[in-house]
T-cell receptor, first 111, second 112 residues
Framework: KAGVTQTPRYLIKTRGQQVTLSCSPI?????VSWYQQTPGQGLQFLFE???????NKGNFPGRFSGRQFSNSRSEMNVSTLELGDSALYLC??????????FGPGTRLTVT | GENVEQHPSTLSVQEGDSAVIKCTYS??????FPWYKQELGKRPQLIID?????GEKKDQRIAVTLNKTAKHFSLHITETQPEDSAVYFC???????????FGSGTRLQVQP
């Protein structure tokens, strides 16, 4: 099976802009979770979607949002970008939320 | 919410030695404990996991032990090799939640 894919792999944005990241899960996986990875904060959970419904949300401001489509692909949106949003954004897919397999990530740099 | 502490933050061993990384968790409802390996510039890879109804699980040179009473779990790597060098993350997930809470990571360096 093909692994989890994420696009784009790299992004450079300016403060105040918005960005949309995409994640395609492993075929058959209906759960997609998003994480933010930074050197200072480690891996932090953003939200999880299952069958187009958000099942869980982490402690991030409302500028961070997401959605999932009927084919299980998921998008994450960050509005009004801040310098502190610079990070590696990882998505992970799983069948039922247990064994999670990560994508390669999108490296977002906010200038 | 869940809190996972991981120690040590860095670990250097000689090739062939064993390495042990320890994690403690706070939520007694946690029932799933995976370990991930992340090489530089790569994605985290699931290397082994354990559920709360099991005390130990082994896969070739790696093993994980779980002590539910003390709320801690450990990763053991035997006969370490240079390719084991990476950052290792532990995580915990509570029943009814979908989010993994990660430890802060351990940078393992295996000296040839």
């Amino acid at each position: 099976k093909a692994g989890v894919t994420q696009t784009p792999r790299y992004l450079i944005k300016t403060r105040g802009q918005q960005v949309t990241l995409s994640c395609s899960p492993i075929s058959g996986h209906r759960s997609v979770s998003w994480y933010q990875q930074t050197p200072g904060q480690g891996l932090q959970f953003l939200f999880e979607y299952f069958s187009e419904t958000q099942r869980n949300k982490g402690n991030f401001p409302g500028r961070f949002s997401g959605r999932q489509f009927s084919n299980s692909r998921s998008e994450m949106n960050v509005s009004t970008l801040e310098l502190g949003d610079s990070a590696l954004y990882l998505c992970a897919s799983s069948l039922e939320g247990l064994e999670q397999y990560f994508g390669p990530g999108t490296r977002l740099t906010v200038t | 919410g869940e809190n996972v502490e991981q120690h040590p933050s860095t670990l250097s061993v000689q090739e062939g030695d064993s390495a042990v990384i320890k994690c403690t968790y706070s939520d007694s409802a946690s029932n799933y404990f995976p370990w991930y390996k992340q090489e530089l510039g790569k994605r985290p890879q699931l290397i082994i996991d354990i559920r709360s109804n099991v005390g130990e699980k082994k896969d070739q040179r790696i093993a994980v032990t779980l002590n539910k009473t003390a709320k801690h779990f450990s990763l053991h790597i035997t006969e370490t090799q240079p390719e084991d060098s990476a950052v290792y993350f532990c995580a915990a997930r509570a029943t009814g939640r979908r989010a993994l809470t990660f430890g802060s990571g351990t940078r393992l360096q295996v000296q040839p």
